[in-house]
Nanobody, 124 residues
Framework: QVQLVESGGGLVQAGGSLRLSCAASGRTFREYAMAWLRQAPGKEREFVAAINWSGGSTYYADSMKGRCTISRDNVKNTVYLQMNSLKSEDTAVYYC?????????????????WGQGTQVTVSA
């Protein structure tokens, strides 16, 4: 089992950048695929990006493709989401998720463990 704690959210102006972090507990972090998803008020949870166990493969949803980069540090047990050129429609709670697999799942339902989320608010 893994526990996830997100940080790095906040208020930013449109066009700005934020880097989210997700710290994972446990000694088997490198056995997990990791993902970032988001949920805006009144909307369904939306997939943003995923990274496989080694960091060698990534997947991005169209919503933020070209504006974000997912990465991981298997020594620090942390996954990151660098977001640039933020828009007001990026405002949401951002969640970190994990699944113990060497594959790269790309759907929200594929992930077993979730953090509590961090709020990102982009002002116009």
């Amino acid at each position: 089992q893994v526990q996830l704690v997100e940080s790095g959210g906040g208020l930013v102006q449109a066009g700005g950048s934020l880097r989210l972090s997700c710290a994972a507990s446990g000694r088997t972090f490198r056995e997990y695929a990791m993902a970032w998803l988001r949920q805006a008020p009144g909307k369904e949870r939306e997939f943003v990006a995923a990274i496989n166990w080694s960091g060698g493969s990534t997947y991005y949803a169209d919503s933020m493709k070209g504006r974000c980069t997912i990465s991981r540090d298997n020594v620090k047990n942390t996954v990151y989401l660098q977001m640039n050129s933020l828009k007001s429609e990026d405002t949401a709670v951002y969640y970190c998720a994990a699944r113990r697999t060497y594959n790269l799942p790309s759907g929200a339902a594929d992930y077993d463990y979730w953090g509590q989320g961090t709020q990102v608010t982009v002002s116009a």
